[in-house]
């Protein structure tokens, strides 16, 4: 079966602008889970949505938001694009939500360049 | 606050050698212990440890979890050079929260 598929791959942005990534779970998975990446900092949760409802949030400012259909497909999305926001976005879907019972697969990532 | 501490950050050892990574944790409700592989892109998933003392292996991989002293480790034998990776410990806690640490940067040398 197909796996998390994250688009851009790859995308380069100016300061001040703001930018969409996309999600697509793996096929019956309700969980997605969002993360940031960055050599210093490692993996940093950002949110994870359940069947179209936030349930957890990370401690990243207002700027990061996101969002689920009813297909499960998530999106989310960095307004007013900093320097600092450069990184690997990377998300995750599992079947149930990201409890013990289940196990995050993660897609290849959206490398965010912002100059 | 919860937190999830790797250690060595990164290693660099000889192809056939043994290496032994660290995870401990402080967090809230602890419900299970994650370790994956990242080579390039995605983290690819290695082992689920949610009981303390029970070895779970998978090949050249062993990993175990002692819950009284809050630390798993992951070993990986005759090392070769596919091994090179970062390897995340991630712990899921109180309301299905999953926090990862920053990651051990292995590298095998041939």
């Known amino acids: 079966k197909a796996g998390v598929t994250q688009t851009p791959r790859y995308l380069i942005k100016t300061r001040g602008q703001q930018v969409t990534l996309s999600c697509s779970p793996i096929?019956?998975?309700?969980?997605v889970s969002w993360y940031q990446q960055t050599p210093g900092q490692g993996l940093q949760f950002l949110f994870e949505?359940?069947?179209?409802?936030?349930?957890n949030k990370g401690n990243f400012p207002g700027r990061f938001s996101g969002r689920q259909f009813s297909n499960s497909r998530s999106e989310m999305n960095v307004s007013t694009l900093e320097l600092g926001d450069s990184a690997l976005y990377l998300c995750?879907?599992?079947?149930?939500?990201?409890?013990?019972?289940?196990?995050?697969?993660f897609g290849a990532g959206s490398r965010l360049t912002v100059l | 606050e919860d937190k999830v501490v790797q250690s060595p950050l990164s290693l660099v050892v000889h192809e056939g050698d043994t290496v032994t990574l660290n995870c401990s944790y402080e967090?809230?409700?602890?419900?299970?212990l994650l370790w994956y592989k990242q080579e390039k892109k995605a983290p690819t998933f290695l082992f689920m440890l949610?009981?303390?003392?029970i070895e779970k292996k998978s090949g050249r991989l062993s990993s175990i979890l002692d819950k009284k002293e809050l630390f798993s480790i992951l070993n990986i034998t005759a090392t070769q050079t596919g091994d090179s990776a970062v390897y995340l410990c991630?712990?899921?806690?109180?309301?299905?929260?999953?926090?990862f640490g920053k990651g051990t940067r292995l590298h095998i040398l041939p």
């Open positions: 967090v809230t409700n602890f419900r299970s």
């Open positions: 949610t009981s303390s003392g």
């Open positions: 995750a879907s599992s079947l149930f939500g990201s409890s013990g019972a289940n196990v995050l697969t």
């Open positions: 991630a712990v899921v806690g109180g309301y299905d929260k999953i926090i």
């Open positions: 096929s019956g998975h309700r969980s």
């Open positions: 949505y359940f069947s179209e409802t936030q349930r």
